[in-house]
């Protein structure tokens, strides 16, 4: 109203707010819903009451045929490829259009643009800012966003995504921004699963010396409940190092989960098999190429492993530490993990990795003196090192009770049996010393990063010999195993026998019988151990995922 100077009316105006209420939305609670409005989805917090948006790397292939991963089409070919992106969800509210000239944007910084896609049946494509042409009044409007990378040393794995309502140029002036709503994702680490998760299938190769070895893996296998996966000699031409190929895991998020292989830079004959063959719907690919690097030994995957959940020095890993084997820390020279795979695997961050000295062995594998197995108390498992220490006294005892006649790999054709009483086992492994001393160092690293006391760990006997100044196995090596639950696939040692039983066997029957576990001793001789490999390098095993949600952590 407007008065004179008497007070009396000289006229009305009238003001007419137009109010619109506006919501980009995304699961920022994590229970695989999409809320409205969340007031903490626009930032991430790690733990259990913590907030923020999950999205996957959308590394698997929704077609069997000419295969390549969904994250490179630009277009969402297939329905099914939906569920394995986040959905996001655009909220409106108020008059059934905007005034003349205004319009919403969505928009992403150009330093993420390779990182993630948003698509809908009206808006994609490769624009760091496109207009959204969005239905007025009460409305929503689903997207769907993927993950295109990983975590890795360039990339923390946090993304934004921007919505802002702009009102038209005027009088020169660029259209300026009256609202802006953001939301925030992490991407998906790939986590690895350890030996104490069961097992669900089993993957071998079949190659022209091994039927043996498969009959008895395929009975071990069997009795497990797992299944089976032989990959033919037309696609491994002769490779048959399957652990050493690929290391299986997996990405999880509240509203989806599939496994993903890892494939090294190794790219034997089996460089094939993991896209070829495990790629497919629900079955990501991932790989790290070593640019303008001679790949090493250590950069097989028989040199990644991973322990079980731990609590060290009161600081939770409930999915476990990587664990990778490296030149000694204060060599000049030496072999080393290649830098990108070691930067990929740190950038996942809920399975912080551990460096153990693994140069000293010829291959220079961690599997080829340590592995995990599960075990019926709190701690759940214990951790199985090699230890010549270990064999000597084995040996020691066997001959101060008369069995000095007993004979190393009596029984194999192929190899020249050896007395105990002789000293040619002394004298094959006149390094003993050395190589036990290089596994107590990496005893003494486990100990501390995975807070270990001794009680949790098993010396297995296990000897070393040296060839071309580095240490490979004496007789087939006990702790390169497969773990399948409670049945274990151990190398048949061939070692001396009393009373008509192999005291190797004995030995490692009767501590693993503690622990309320089957060991099964498969003949890899021929067809591993004399090719510097052994059970374990020739297999792998893809497990059932964590219950543990690795959103929850606590960082």
Wanted: glycine content about 8%; proline content about 6%.
């Amino acid at each position: 109203m407007f008065y004179g100077k008497k007070k009396e009316v000289l006229g009305k105006a009238v003001v007419h707010l137009t109010a619109f209420e506006i919501s980009l939305d995304v699961d920022a609670d994590r229970d695989g819903q999409v809320e409205r409005n969340n007031p903490n989805k626009g930032s991430w917090m790690w733990g259990p009451n913590g907030h923020g948006a999950i999205l996957l790397v959308n590394c698997d292939s929704e077609h069997t045929c000419r295969k390549s991963l969904d994250s490179e089409h630009a277009e969402v070919t297939r329905v099914s490829d939906l569920k394995d992106m986040s959905p996001m969800v655009l909220r409106t509210s108020g008059p059934a259009k905007l005034p003349e000239g205004y319009k919403l944007t969505m928009h992403i910084s150009q330093g993420d643009a390779d990182k993630y896609s948003v698509e809908n049946p009206l808006v994609g494509g490769e624009d760091l800012s496109k207009e959204v042409p969005c239905l007025w009044g009460n409305s929503e409007m689903n997207f769907y966003v993927e993950g295109l990378r990983f975590p890795d040393k360039d990339f923390e794995g946090l993304i934004s995504i921007n919505l802002s309502m702009l009102e038209p140029s005027s009088q020169g002036f660029p259209e300026t921004p009256i609202f802006t709503d953001k939301v925030v994702f992490r991407v998906a680490p790939w986590i690895m699963t350890p030996n104490t998760l069961d097992p669900v299938e089993v993957f071998v190769c079949r190659t022209t010396d091994n039927e043996q070895f498969l009959k008895r893996m395929r009975r071990l296998v069997e009795n497990s409940g797992c299944k089976l996966k032989i990959c033919p000699e037309d696609m491994n031409r002769g490779d048959r190092w399957m652990q050493d190929e690929i290391e299986f895991g997996y990405i999880d998020s509240p509203h989806q989960r599939f496994p993903v292989v890892l494939d090294s830079p190794r790219d034997g004959d089996l460089q094939g098999f993991p896209y070829d063959v495990l790629l497919g719907q629900d079955f990501g690919y991932v790989t790290r190429t070593a640019y303008g690097k001679e790949v090493s030994s250590l950069d097989s995957f028989g040199n990644l492993e991973v322990s079980p959940p731990v609590t060290v020095n009161g600081k939770n890993y409930p999915l476990g530490r990587i664990i990778i084997g490296v030149a000694f820390p204060t060599a000049t020279k030496g072999r080393n993990m290649t830098k990108v795979v070691q930067d990929f695997l740190w950038a996942q961050k809920v399975q912080e990795p551990i460096a153990l000295f693994s140069d000293w062995l010829l291959v220079g594998h961690v599997d080829e003196f340590m592995t995990f197995v599960p075990a019926p108390d709190k701690k759940g498992f214990r951790l199985l090192l090699a230890s010549p220490d270990a064999s000597y006294k084995l040996f020691r005892g066997l001959q101060n009770d008369g069995h000095g006649q007993a004979k190393m790999f009596d029984g194999r054709p192929s190899v020249r049996p050896t007395w105990l009483n002789k000293g040619e086992i002394n004298k094959s492994n006149n390094h003993a010393a050395t190589l036990q001393s290089c596994i107590d160092w990496n005893r003494d690293v486990l100990k501390r990063e995975l807070g270990l006391d001794d009680d949790d760990i098993i010396d297995l006997p296990i000897l070393f010999h040296v060839i071309e100044n580095r240490a490979v196995a004496y007789y087939p090596d006990m702790v390169n195993m497969i773990v399948l639950g409670k049945n274990l696939g151990i190398p048949k040692p061939f070692g001396p026998k009393v009373d008509g039983r192999c005291a190797l066997e004995a030995e490692m029957t009767s501590l693993m019988g503690g622990l309320g576990l089957s060991c099964t001793y498969i003949d890899d001789f021929a067809s591993y151990h004399k090719l510097l490999g052994e059970v374990h390098c020739g297999s792998n095993v893809r497990r059932e995922p964590f219950s543990f949600k690795w959103w929850n952590l606590e960082m």
